[in-house]
């Protein structure tokens, strides 16, 4: 297994992004795109759940880690909730739900194990220097 030395190597990081790009694609077609309060609401969720990963990994705790990955699982968890909203008022049809949805469930549990093994684990290796010495 490959040492993770960038956010980008985390799978929860990885289908956050996924996310992200589900959630723009639905909101950007229809009556989701006119909605505008409730399209800011569900691209600012996916959005918060893959920059929570990052902004998290770049802590020097895995503590704190933890602690934002449990706001990036709390906006997963938030675009599910969106998902019933969006089929509600018929701005996403049933196929378009169940792929948010699942999305988004998948997400939420990624981060989740991820943030159960930091805390099994809350010694953090120091990150590699990004600095050369010449």
Not at 19 to 46: H, I, N, R
Not at 62 to 78: K, P
Request: aromatic content about 8%; glycine content about 4%; proline content about 2%.
């Amino acid at each position: 297994m490959a040492a993770i030395t960038r956010f980008e190597d985390l799978i929860a990081w990885q289908e956050a992004r996924k996310l992200v790009k589900l959630a723009y694609a639905v909101t950007s077609k229809g009556s989701f795109a006119k909605d505008f309060e409730m399209k800011e609401q569900f691209q600012s969720a996916a959005l918060s759940a893959m920059t929570n990963i990052a902004e998290g990994f770049d802590n020097e705790s895995s503590i704190e880690f933890a602690r934002f990955l449990g706001m990036a699982r709390r906006s997963s968890v938030e675009v599910q909730s969106l998902c019933y909203a969006a089929v509600d008022v018929s701005h996403i049809d049933q196929s378009e739900f169940q792929a948010c949805y699942d999305q988004a469930k998948k997400t939420q549990a990624i981060i989740g194990g991820l943030k159960k093994a930091i805390l099994k684990n809350p010694h953090r290796p120091a990150k590699p220097s990004t600095t050369s010495k010449t």
